[in-house]
Each structure stands twice: as C-alpha cells, then as structure tokens.
C-alpha cells in the first residue's frame, strides 16, 4: 500500500534529490497522517467518554495535537523547498529541523497536560465502564498507528527528513501508549482493579519520553551533528576513484537541509605533479561532485613526496609504533624536514574525541620515546585531528 501511494502520489518518485520530489514526499506523508490521526481521535473521544477513562481520553486528544504536528510538519516540508536568497544563501532546507523541534515540543507539551490528569485521577479515582467494543476500538488503533510508524519511515528514510522521522518515533510512542491503556481496561474487566490513573501516567511519560527523543534527534544537524557514515563514503569513494588522487582525508560535511549540503576534503596528489593540471583536476571532481552527487564540494590538495624511501620508512615506522599504543590512531599529511641533527616528522594524528591534551602530551611523549630508540634524531610535531563522521554502531 505504502509503494501504491508513492507511485501514484508523488510524481518521479525515484529522483529523492529533487527538492519537488523531497516536498511531495512530505506532502503524502503530512496529509495521510492528517487524516488517520482525526479518525483516530474522533473514535477515541467516544470510547473515552463512554468509559469515563482519563487514559483513554489522553490518547484520544495525543492524536488531535498529532494533527497539529502534522500541519506544521507540512509547513516546514513547504517552506524548506523556497530556494536560496540573499538573506540565505544556503536554502531554506533547516526549516525541517525547526519544524520537527516543535513537533516534539508539542508532544511533550501533551505528555505534560496529561502527566497532571493523571495524578489528579490517582488521587481521585473514578468509576470505569468496560466494554469490548471499546477493546476492539483500542486494538483498531494500534493497528493504524504501526502502519502509519511504518510509513512515515519508509518517507523518512527514503528522503531523509527528520520531521517525517520524527512523526514515526510519535506513531511508535503512540501505539505503546495505546497498549498501556489496553491493559489498564483489561485488569478492570478481569480484576476490578481501576489502574487507569496509573496507566494515563505512564502513557504520559512515554509521550513526554518520545518527544524528548524527537529533540534529542532534530537537533544534532541543528547544532552541527557529525555526518552521516554512508554519506561519507560515498563522497570519499567519488574523489579516489579520479586517476592522480592518492587518497584523501579531513572531509566535513556541512548540513543546510536533507537536500543542501557543502563539504570539503583534503586530496592527497603526487608533489611532482604539475600544478596546472593538478588545478584542472580538482576542479573537474568538483563540478562533477556538484553535478552527480548534488553537493558543493571544496578541495584543498595535499602534496606527497612518493619517492623518498626515507620518508616512507619513517611513516611506517610511526604508523607501526601508533598501533601498538593504540589502534584506533590514523595519520596523514606526513612529511619530513632535516635540519642539522634533527630530523623533524610533521604528520596530523586523529585520535578519538575522549583525549584530552594531556592525554596527547602524553602520547607524543612516549611516540617520541620509541623513535629515539630508532634514530635520537627524531622529532615529532603532531597537529592533532577528531573525525568529524557519526560512529557507526
């Protein structure tokens, strides 16, 4: 069904680098949950009032203020398509962040609503109703918020918008909220044990609980998050596979939207290289990156001096000693200046994120130790580098 409304819904829907095709995705998505989340709160406001159940009625108006994310979530997908202008050059593209922050400020403003409903519940108990028809009513919903997890995902992914994304983290949050409230009912009818204050408590924190996980993950490109792994392979990969690029390094990706990103990279070439060419070169990769990755891409070159046997034996040798005091150091940018009985090594090192300088003190320290033992000569001057691409787990 989700493949038939794409098909039918959202004009050349393979091209999700087109910023028509980003905004019809999030049309589809923003108008079907529109539609499922006011028939859901019109069938629970019913079965709410006919059980007297605060639970019940929490979820039922969590799904009225899903409509209200929803509106917004279509005005955020909207306005994220105006192009570039003078005031904003790089697009309009974050206004989907903005939009999923307040989506998820809604929701933890409804969590919050019926966090108080709940306790006043706890302290003053009600009578409840159990029907079945009420029962089947509940199931019926969990049924249309997984399909609508789902498929706000599926959109989500497909276009990477994290307002879409958002609304499945909320459809999930939804159905487990629903399930609590199921329950609640079914100890009544077996029991006669009203829980239903305790069960809207726990609805309420998990609807607070998913609104915070929505800011949580809206706000990492907000903020400047790290780039996404496959992203960053994908670029790496595009520039090494260009004839005289040796390798590359320090590449960041900078997010202005799902669809406006920048980056730059470091492009090892050989220093006997001529620089005419070498210029051509990199302004090919590129226009090229530009015209077959949709990205605005900076390269900044870096001379390697291939045939020096000396500066190749030094550059295993502290690559070598690195892995054995840890494994998960990298260098570039190696080079090698002589000056009378010194030999200087000038390389970057990029360690993880927990070192701190004295932790790299201490590392070029004992780096320094172990070389001396294999020429005294041996100087280090280490400028010290973080990845800046998201740890994959």
């Keep these: 069904m989700t493949r038939w409304m794409i098909q039918h819904f959202v004009k050349d829907y393979e ?3 087109n910023i028509k095709v980003r905004t019809a995705y999030g049309v589809l998505g923003s108008c079907v949950a529109m539609g499922c989340n006011l028939v859901l709160f019109a069938v629970k406001f019913v079965l709410g009032a006919m059980l007297h159940s605060v639970s019940v009625l929490a979820d039922a108006f969590n799904n009225l203020s899903d409509t209200v994310s929803n509106i917004i979530g279509l005005v955020g997908v909207k306005m994220a398509e105006k192009p570039a202008d003078k005031n904003h050059p790089f697009g309009h593209g974050r206004m989907e962040y903005i939009a999923a922050m307040i989506v998820a400020f809604l929701v933890v403003e409804v969590g919050i609503t019926f966090l108080k409903e709940s306790v006043h519940k706890i302290l003053h108990p009600q009578k409840m109703a159990f029907q079945w028809v009420a029962m089947a009513g509940l199931l019926f919903s969990v049924a249309v918020k997984l399909w609508m997890a789902y498929f706000n995902r599926k959109l989500g992914k497909t ?9 499945a ?7 487990l909220a629903t399930l609590v409230t199921a329950v609640s009912l079914l100890v009544y009818r077996l029991f006669q044990i009203n829980i239903d204050g305790w069960a809207g408590l726990l609805v309420s924190l998990l609807i607070i609980w998913a609104g915070i996980s929505i800011v949580m993950d809206a706000s990492k490109p ?7 792994p496959q992203q ?12 005289g690029i040796r390798g590359t390094h320090d590449l960041i990706i900078h997010n202005y939207g799902p669809a406006n990103s920048m980056a730059s990279i470091h492009a090892e070439v050989s220093d006997r290289e001529n620089i005419v060419r070498c210029h051509e070169l990199i302004d090919r990769i590129e226009r090229d990156a530009s015209r077959k990755l949709g990205i605005m891409l900076l390269i900044h070159t870096d001379p390697l001096e291939l045939d020096s046997r000396e500066l190749t034996a030094a550059r295993e040798k502290v690559t070598a000693l690195l892995g054995t005091l840890d494994e998960r150091l990298t260098i570039h940018d190696f080079r090698m200046i002589r000056e009378n009985e010194v030999i200087r090594l000038i390389f970057d090192m990029a360690v993880p994120y927990e070192f701190h300088q004295e932790q790299e003190e201490a590392l070029q320290k004992k780096l320094e130790e172990l070389l001396r033992q294999e020429d005294p000569r041996y100087r280090c001057e280490i400028t010290y580098d973080k990845s800046f691409v998201e740890i994959e787990e």
């Design 222 to 228: 907000l903020l400047g998050g790290p780039a996404d």
């Design 169 to 175: 983290v909320d459809a999930v949050g939804d159905v």
């Design 159 to 167: 276009i990477h918008s994290k307002v879409m994304e958002a609304t």
């Design 15 to 17: 091209k999700t680098d």
């Design 232 to 243: 960053y392979r994908r670029i790496k990969e595009f520039v090494e596979k260009y004839e």
